[in-house]
């Protein structure tokens, strides 16, 4: 039953690779044809065909959790490190769009230092609140079935990061919101902003007043720079086998 369940996993793999091939312009190679991915997924095809030897599906699986929980765990500290989302372009979470006129229109009336200091603790907020994600993307990759493994092996280049914004996205906005809240709270972001906010929408001929509340949206803002770290992560394991090799994975290899 086992070896039936792979063998039809591996068939759908197989077929929606081939459509993705079809799909793309032939110059264009897929990055997961080659690398880490791709030779756990000819592994899983030997298993199919039992050419495999001594490497069960269950072993293959494993080895591609084991590569993912290293991948997370690595993003979720390094959002969850001092500067982790303040000082990285692509995390650092700025005013929200509606009030970025709020914020210009503050700092050409002095108040930049104020400006400031409230994304550097927006920011803070988002960093207290990654510590959380890793055991969350763990418990998703542990639940992984060997289906899952193989349509991400044989899946799209983000495919394991889009598995893992599926199942775990909704349990990270219930996990960061309290964190979120109470940090901003502790570093007086909320303060901040709604003393910023209502000085603004006092200021003469101001036609669209802005909503203070704040949570909901740098809790969506951490939760989206932390799948932004899970996709190079990603990458990193499509790419470059050797930076995310384990026992098992080795024993993976071995049998290309």
Known sequence: MMMKNVLIAGLLALTVTQVGFAQQDTTQPKSSG??????????VTQQTTG???????SEIATGLKEALAI??????????????????PLLKIAFPPEAQKVASTLREIGLGKQVDQFELSLNRAAEDAAKKAAPVFVKAITSMSIQDAVGILGGQDDAATQYLRRTSGQQLVAEFTPIIDSTLNKNNATKYYSSLVNTYNKIPFIAQKVDPNLTSYATNKAVDGLFILVAQEEKKIRENPAARVTDILKKVFSKQ
């Open 34 to 43: 080659g690398g880490l991915f791709g030779r756990i997924l000819n592994a």
């Open 51 to 57: 050419t495999a030897g001594s490497l069960s599906s």
């Open 71 to 88: 991948g997370v765990r690595h993003g979720s500290t390094q959002a969850s490190a001092l500067n982790g989302y303040f000082k990285n």
